[in-house]
Each structure stands twice: as C-alpha cells, then as structure tokens.
C-alpha cells in the first residue's frame, strides 16, 4: 500500500522556521519526482517545492525562493521541506506528494502527481 505521512506542522511566530517531513512506505520515493504544496484557507493548492529522483530541485513559488528548501533522505525514505523566516502568508495545509514521472519538469501539473499525504496544518501568527 503506497503512502505518504507528514509531520512537523504547528504554531509558529513570524520569523521562525520549521521542517516538516514526509515518510513514504510501500514504494522507493527516490524512484519518482516529489514534492510539497499548500493550500491556504479559501485558496487553491498550489505547488511549492520539488525534488527530482536525480536531486534536481524546482522552485514553484516565487514567495518562498531563499526561504523553503527540499530535502531527501534515501536511507530513510523521506522528503523534508524545511522553512525559514516564515510569515503569516505562510499559513496553510502543507501536503506532500508522489509523481509517477522522474523529473519534475515532467510533472508540471498537481493532476501529475498521484500519491497524497493527508497534509499538516503550519500556522504563522504572532
């Protein structure tokens, strides 16, 4: 059974930093291209960060360049996102999740990406 667990969400102040991580059981999560998205209240999932089964990195969102970075641990099988000098619009639903393509330059649309975490809620407030 293919699944994608994440943790590390939670309460933070502006300015602070988080790392939450996604487990992968029932496949190899370096085989595929994955990669992290949020959801804000109100507002679509958007796409973040992803990370190539090669280790290549795509950065989605220009509000997060400098700021969030994407991690894998093989060994472990898990991807990482950690955040730095969050801000409130920050705020949202963190998913990971799982393409069946290698590269993320073959998964350019959230439809490409098949295997879903239940998401971790990351709240930025003061």
């Known amino acids: 059974q293919l699944q994608l667990v994440e943790s590390g969400g939670g309460l933070v102040q502006p300015g602070g930093s988080l790392r939450l991580s996604c487990a992968a059981s029932?496949?190899?999560?370096?085989?595929?291209?994955s990669g992290w998205f949020r959801q804000a209240p109100g507002k679509e999932r958007e796409a973040v960060l992803c990370?190539?089964?090669?280790?290549?990195?795509?950065n989605y969102a220009d509000s997060v360049k400098g700021r969030f970075t994407i991690s894998r641990d093989n060994a472990k099988n898990t991807v990482y996102l950690l955040m730095n000098n969050l801000k409130p619009e920050d705020t949202a639903v963190y998913y990971c999740?799982?393409?069946?393509?290698?590269?993320?330059?073959?998964?350019?649309?959230?439809?490409?990406?098949?295997?879903w975490g239940q998401g971790t809620q990351v709240t930025v407030s003061s």
């Open positions: 999740a799982a393409s069946v393509a290698r590269r993320c330059h073959d998964a350019p649309h959230l439809t490409d990406f098949g295997s």
């Open positions: 029932g496949f190899t999560l370096d085989y595929y291209a």
């Open positions: 990370i190539s089964s090669s280790g290549g990195l795509t």
